[in-house]
């Protein structure tokens, strides 16, 4: 009963390096979504993916990249990490875009 | 203005109490509305969604939707220790579009 599923948790980067967050999801959802949590700011979702073979931006994509590799995964990408990216990264599913969304538990990614 | 905004708090009740917790949203078109439990270092866990005006009840959680007031409320009844924890409010502006509040800090005392 996994849920979403995300690795890695924890991640320390040097300004500049390149990164892959990955995000699994074994409910079958259609939709999968990136946020991102900073203090103070709440949660802003980076970008979509409302079915398999679609992506979308959301408030806040410039200096990621994603990929919706199947139904099942959909993974985040960090070109060139600068430290303003430092953050804790949630990864959620849903059934449906007017639907509630499940999340995993995070990747904790700081940027030096 | 923010799409979504709530209190920051923290809010603190005692325990047996009911805590009230309150969001604003700004898009008049929005028709999905969630209240998402966060632990502190851990994910949000949704505990209730509303979708049409009026009260929503699930044990001890009641949501209250006032479309044409925009604005939704979480009550939760009998306060208890373990109920302490951020409330984020959030708000679907269009398909797959979720904006959430900067949260609200409930704290629970014994």
């Known amino acids: 009963n996994a849920g979403v599923t995300q690795t890695p948790k924890f991640q320390v980067l040097k300004t500049g390096q390149s990164m892959t967050l990955q995000c699994a999801q074994d409910?079958?959802?259609?939709?999968m979504y990136w946020y991102r949590q900073d203090p103070g700011m709440g949660l802003r979702l980076i970008y979509y993916s409302a079915s398999e073979g679609t992506t979308d931006k959301g408030e806040v994509p410039n200096g990621y990249n994603v990929s919706r590799l199947n139904k099942r995964e959909f993974s985040l990408r960090l070109e060139s990490a600068a430290p303003s990216q430092t953050s804790v990264y949630f990864c959620?599913?849903?059934?449906?875009?007017?639907?509630?969304?499940?999340f995993g538990d995070g990747t904790r990614l700081s940027i030096l | 203005q923010k799409e979504v905004e709530q209190n920051s708090g923290p809010l603190s009740v005692p325990e047996g109490a009911i805590a009230s917790l309150n969001c604003t949203y700004s898009?008049?078109?929005?028709?999905?509305f969630f209240w998402y439990r966060q632990y502190s270092g851990k994910s949000p866990e949704l505990i209730m969604s509303?979708?049409?005006?009026g009260d929503k009840e699930d044990g001890r959680f009641t949501a209250q939707l006032n479309k044409a007031s925009q604005y939704v409320s979480l009550l939760i009844r009998d306060s208890q220790p373990s109920d302490s924890a951020t409330y984020l409010c959030?708000?679907?502006?269009?398909?797959?579009?979720?904006?959430f509040g900067a949260g609200t800090r409930l704290t629970v005392k014994p």
């Open positions: 509303i979708y049409s005006n």
């Open positions: 409910m079958n959802h259609n939709s």
């Open positions: 959030a708000v679907i502006i269009r398909n797959n579009d979720m904006r």
């Open positions: 959620a599913s849903g059934d449906r875009g007017n639907q509630p969304q499940h």
């Open positions: 898009d008049r078109v929005s028709q999905s």
